[in-house]
Structures are given as structure tokens and as C-alpha cells.
């Protein structure tokens, strides 16, 4: 079942039409495992495609029962449990480094199975450390690690967060916010990021075919926005499903493209990822280090090397190939180099001195400006593959991508400055009559769109993570 379409937004009103028929908590949990179950058999051919996927999940519960039992007493449960834990995962999505002979020789659902991993490996750590208070039942936990509206692509949410975010059967103004949500993901899905991308291929074989740097900046820089529009898309539509059934669901998604740094980029891209990686990997790796290296001195060395294995493990997650270590050597050099970047500037203007540079609106720009371009040039690794690039590089040369690089960067810091600015001056005025309008010509447009094109949603893109 393609996330998001017609198909999936019928069966997420069935579901909520069902949950809120009781607010008995059993009947609202039995319908929600059902209708988990069933939406991950839905991509199963066979039964015992479903063997690997279901062992995985039933082993993390199994192990955070075991570290829950232990919080605390066995100094070597833990870890043994989070690197068989990880290690059953890499061989499960068949990362390059594992030798291909020890792969399982049939084919086997993965989808959403990287989404699963942090919601287990969350349970795991949190039971160890004593951090899960709750004993947590065989329903809650199928419920809570494969909510069919979040296991394609997340967002990925905790536990805690999951248990507070049972709201019961929502009332008139969060069913209208919630279709208004729903309607306009689909919309950013349907027909925004199917133009671009169709837009971005057209223009990539223009670029294949002819050269030139203006074809190569536009090329790079059509990317990042067609990604944004189907992930954040993706989003929007399963926050407002999961709003009507009574659940609510983490934002993923704080307008990116206004981020001045690249730091600040990633504390609005995918903010459940980056959130999770900065508590379980940046915030003990930090603790770890400063133990070892307790000197002053070593702190600031110490931030920049975390931030960058945090990071890295960011892009690294995306795939399994070089291309995406890659990936996460850039996204991690950006955050440490921009990390460092702040430590130079800060020692040598002073905090208040820095501060006052970092709020001037040319500086803003032009910084915001660069962390868009810095983006979309990551993303070369995130969509294509060392031969492409080669060839890529091949037609435009160096001087050719760097004056598209350059171009990108001067385009991006006045397009999002003026769109910021615009933003800022419309808020006003975007009332529940202009909503309304706006919903009606949304509504318009995709059955215009699909009507011409007879053809399914695009697929949502981290549905390969």
C-alpha cells in the first residue's frame, strides 16, 4: 500500500471511524493492532516473508524485558544486547560490509524496518538504564513499535511520548485541523513533488546530454526541495490520520530552508532522527569522552568530534551502500565544521559579539544562503551513485560546479530571504476563508493531476530507509 494515497487515507478512516466507536482502552488497542498487523502483511507476498521482520520485533521485546529485569546489575547485558541488537539489523538490511553468503537467500519485508529498530533500541537502552519505570504488554509494544500510520517513515517517537499521546476521540476543531493536514500532505505529495521530480529527471538528462552550469545548478538545487515537499508531505498526511484517531504523533519538519546553519538545519530536518541520535549517541559519547579527557581545553575538540560521529551516523543510516557513508561523512563534516566554525568565531568576537553578527539579517541570508547549498550538494550521494557522479563531474568540470555551487548560493540567499520575508507578511492574512479557498484549490488540482495522469502518488522516499 503506497503512503500516502487514496488507498491508505480510506483505511485510516475505516481505523478511525472503529477506534472511536468506544473509548474503552481494550477496544481502541485492539483495533490499532489489527489494523498494524494487517498494513504490514500488506506487503508481504507470502506469509513467511513476514518470518525475519516479525522475529526482529519479537526479539526486542524479549530484550528489553531482559535488560528491564537487570536495570542496572550487569554491566555487560546491556551493550551485548544494543550490538545484537544492531548487528541483527545490518544483516537484515543486508548493509554492504556483512559478506553477501550470510544473507538470507529469499526475499523478506524490510519496509519500515529502520523506524522499528530506534523504537526497539529505544526500549532496550531506556530498560537498562532504569529509564523504563513501565512494564510494557505484548499489545502496547506491537502497537506502539509497528503503528501502521508512522511505520513506513516514521516520524520516529519514544515510548513515553507514544503512551502521552493517546488523546481519546477527537473533537470537531481536531477532525477539521486534521483533514485540513491530511488534504494538504497529500497535495504536497501528489502534485508539488511529482512535478519536481519529474522536473529534476528532465532537467538531469538535459544536463547529461548538453552541459553547462546553469543546467547543473538546477539540477542540484530542484532536489532538496522536491524531497522536502514529498517527506514532509508524507508527514503531514499520517499526523493528521493519527490525529483522528486519537493519537498524536512528533513533528518532524520546522520550515529547514529558513535555517541559518547547518546545525540549526538539522534541528529542523527530520528533528525525530537528529533528536534521537543527539539523546542516544551525541549525549553518552560526550559523557564518555569528557571522563576520559576531563581538561577544559579538550572540550571544545571533544563537541566537534561528537558532533560529527552524530551526524555521520545521520547520513549513514540512509543507506547501505558507499554512496550513503559517504552521505554521512558530509552531513557530519557540515555540523562539525559549523560547530567549529561557532567555537572560532565565539573565542574570537566573544559570545555577545557573535551573537550580534549571527542576528544581522545580510549575515542571516547569506548564511542561510550556504546551508542550502552545502545541502543540496550532500544530497549528490543521497540520489545518485559514484558513476553517475563521475559522469556528472565529467560534463561540468571543476570550474563548471563550482560556479553552480557559487550560483546555487547566491540565488537560495535571496529566494529564501524574499519567500521569509513574504511569509511573514501573508500570516495575517491567511484566515479560515483563505483556508478554506486554499482547500478547495487543492482539492481541484489533484483530482486534475491524477485524472491526467492516471497514476498512483509518487512513492514517499524514505520508505527505502
Known sequence: MTVPSFQFIAVALLVALLVNVSQDRRWRSGVMLVANLAFLASFARTPLALVPFAGFVAAGFLAQRWAQSRAGANRVLLPALILATLAVFFW???????????????????????????????????????????????????????????????PIQTFPDWREGHEGRPGLETVARAAERILTGSFKVIVVSALLDAMQIQMRGDLLSDGGFLK?????????????????????????????????????????????????????????????????????????????????????????????????????????????????????????????????????????????????????????GLTFTWFAFTLLWFWSDWKTLAHLAAILSWPGGVAALAF???VATVVLEVFIQAQRRLSPWYRPEVRALAAGAMIYLIVIYTMILSAPPPPVVYKAF
Open 92 to 154: 537484515l538490511k543486508r548493509y554492504t560490509f556483512i559478506p553477501s553468503g550470510l544473507f538470507l537467500p529469499t526475499a523478506y519485508v524490510t519496509v519500515g524496518l529502520s523506524y522499528v529498530f530506534f523504537r526497539v533500541l529505544h526500549l532496550i537502552i531506556d530498560a537498562g538504564q532504569g529509564a523504563l519505570t513501565e512494564r510494557i504488554g505484548p499489545v502496547d509494544y506491537v502497537n506502539y513499535t509497528l503503528n501502521f500510520t508512522s511505520l513506513v517513515a516514521g
Open 216 to 368: 547543473g545548478a538546477a539540477v542540484i538545487a530542484v532536489y532538496p526541495i522536491y524531497l522536502f515537499f514529498n517527506f514532509s508531505g508524507y508527514v503531514d498526511v499520517v499526523i493528521g490520520a493519527s490525529a483522528l484517531m486519537g493519537l498524536r504523533l512528533p513533528e518532524n519538519f520546522n520550515r529547514p530552508f529558513s535555517a541559518a546553519s547547518f546545525i540549526e538545519f538539522w534541528a529542523r530536518w527530520h528533528i525525530t532522527l537528529s533528536t534521537w541520535l543527539r539523546t542516544y549517541v551525541y549525549t553518552p559519547l560526550m559523557m564518555t569522552l569528557m571522563r576520559r579527557l576531563p581538561s577544559p581545553r579538550a572540550i571544545p575538540i571533544l563537541t566537534v568530534l561528537s558532533f560529527f560521529v552524530t551526524f555521520f551516523l545521520v547520513g549513514a543510516w540512509h543507506g547501505q551502500t558507499s554512496e550513503f557513508l559517504f552521505f554521512g561523512v558530509l552531513q557530519g563534516g557540515g555540523v562539525a565544521m559549523n560547530k567549529l566554525y561557532q567555537l572560532v568565531m565565539a573565542g574570537r568576537l566573544g559570545a555577545k559579539g557573535y551573537r550580534q553578527l549571527g542576528e544581522h539579517p545580510v549575515y542571516r541570508a547569506v548564511s542561510r
Open 408 to 410: 546555487i548560493w547566491a
